[in-house]
């Protein structure tokens, strides 16, 4: 006797309206219901601009450790970039200074009296025989410490020529800087800044750069190793002649 089999009749669909939350224009059996996300309070927060920029120069001036050893090539080069750099910056800016003592400019006098074609005063004499000296220093000790010496110094001669260009028709203008005096220090500022970056950033530092080595620690002790693995690698003769 066959079994009785019973057809439930199908179950009536309630008809589609477009989900406006979800922008849906088309019908779906199933969906979920719209629920507004709040942010997490546990999430970190965006980094800032500003601390973008912080860390990027403490990556800068920071000496990673690295120490400039004259006998090496590499550290040798460097080191006299850094050194040629500071000097030559500072004895330029001794020499401006003396010159504008040696006229007995007024301490604040903004008349206009001008030395190598850039005004000066007694304030700004001073001011720049503390800083070549300050240079000529750095380039008797060399090493890390000049250029960082130079980058420190680049990026406040930049950041005093954008100080002073907005200085310049206001009663605040007592170091008496004119256009001249704002473009010298924006060279010097980059002139600086060149000779301590020189060898220390960038992307594609060469791995026996002492900067390198002293971020990519484990990269260089793996390089070294293969090194020493290939000087004490057997040498195979070569056999002359007709084999045997």
């Not at 090539?73 to 800016?93: E, I």
């Not at 006098?109 to 300050?134: H, K, R």
Request: with cysteine; hydrophobic share 45%; net charge negative.
């Amino acid at each position: 006797m066959a079994a009785h089999t019973t057809h439930e009749p199908p179950v009536a669909h309630e008809p589609y309206v477009a989900h406006a939350a979800y922008g849906c224009t088309e019908p779906h059996e199933h969906y979920a219901p719209y629920v507004a996300h709040e942010p997490d309070p546990n999430a970190p927060a965006p980094p800032r601009f500003a601390d973008t920029v912080s860390r990027r120069m403490a990556h800068v001036l920071h000496p990673v450790n690295a120490q400039l050893d004259d006998h090496l090539p590499t550290d040798h080069k460097l080191g006299q970039v850094y050194r040629v750099g500071a000097g030559l910056m500072g004895l330029l800016l001794v020499v401006f200074g003396i010159l504008g003592l040696v006229n007995q400019i007024g301490f604040f006098d903004t008349g206009g009296d001008t030395v190598l074609a850039l005004n000066t005063n007694g304030a700004l004499s001073v001011l720049s025989i503390c800083i070549g000296a300050l240079l000529i220093y750095g380039m008797v000790v060399g090493g890390t410490f000049a250029s960082t010496l130079n980058i420190v110094l680049g990026v406040l001669f930049i950041a005093s020529g954008f100080v002073n260009l907005a200085l310049l028709d206001t009663e605040l203008n007592f170091l008496a800087f004119k256009i001249q005096n704002v473009l010298f220090s924006f060279v010097v500022g980059v002139m600086l800044m060149w000779f301590g970056m020189y060898g220390r950033v960038g992307s594609a530092l060469p791995h026996d750069n002492p900067y390198w080595r002293a971020r990519h620690p484990e990269q260089a002790a793996r390089e070294d190793r293969a090194r020493r693995v290939q000087g004490r690698a057997p040498v195979t003769p070569v056999m002359h002649g007709r084999c045997p």
